[in-house]
């Protein structure tokens, strides 16, 4: 199993952590309470191994007419609105909810250029609440395929403290290709043209770089 470079800290820091517990538990409880606690450490450390598992995921068919899911997770949201923050226009938004369980690495649904980058601090509201898009911390991308500007937003969850970008403005990524990572649970907004024809239907399961959630307009 290949784990996410931004889960070794974390992991480092939680065995350290849990075996000081589990010998604590030892000291002051004897050899039933280390056992039991070791096993719980055991459970916990894991479920923490999985939440940072990093799949390579190789896009079969590369097509940039085609949008790739950029998470794993399940829709919450397929709906028509106005963005407001920089196309200014009307677009179809989808939104993929990513679960402590789900992976949570954030690949590119199509190839092209970054034209814009912006973090916003904010709420923690749990990432299936309607104004989590516009009220959480999150961070705004957009990326250009030369006939077609979408939109990605990472938005921080209830659990999630950090959000981690490494797109830049001006950078060409491929399709998958991955620009980021967020952490214990979370959501992503994809903004696409009007016009989309969209392939997924609200409570379907996505998997980054496999399932095909739109397709283009001509």
Do not use: C
């Not at 590119?108 to 309607?130: C, D, F, Q, R, S």
């Amino acid at each position: 199993m290949n784990i996410h470079k931004e889960g070794y800290p974390t992991l480092v820091l939680a065995f350290v952590f849990l075996l000081a517990i589990s010998l604590s538990a030892y000291n002051f409880g004897g050899g039933t309470a280390f056992v039991i606690t070791s096993i719980l450490s055991l459970a916990i450390y894991i479920f923490l191994i999985s939440f940072f598992r990093n799949p390579n995921r190789i896009i079969e068919t590369k097509d940039n007419n085609l949008i790739y899911a950029p998470a794993d997770g399940k829709v919450v949201v397929i709906e028509q609105k106005y963005e407001d923050e920089t196309l200014k226009r009307d677009v179809i938004q989808i939104s993929v909810f990513m679960s402590p369980l789900n992976v949570h690495v954030n690949r590119m649904p199509i190839a092209g250029t970054v034209e814009y980058n912006k973090y916003h601090k904010g709420k923690y509201l749990v990432a299936w609440h309607p104004k989590s898009s516009t009220e959480n911390e999150r961070t705004t991308v957009t990326i250009n395929n030369g006939k077609h500007v979408i939109l990605l937003r990472q938005i921080a969850g209830a659990l999630a403290r950090r959000i981690v970008n490494y797109a830049k403005v001006g950078q060409t990524y491929t399709q998958g290709q991955e620009y980021g990572f967020i952490k214990f649970g979370s959501r992503v907004d994809i903004m696409l043209p009007i016009g989309s024809e969209i392939k997924v239907n609200i409570d379907d399961v996505v998997k980054g770089n496999q399932t095909v959630l739109a397709v283009l307009p001509a």
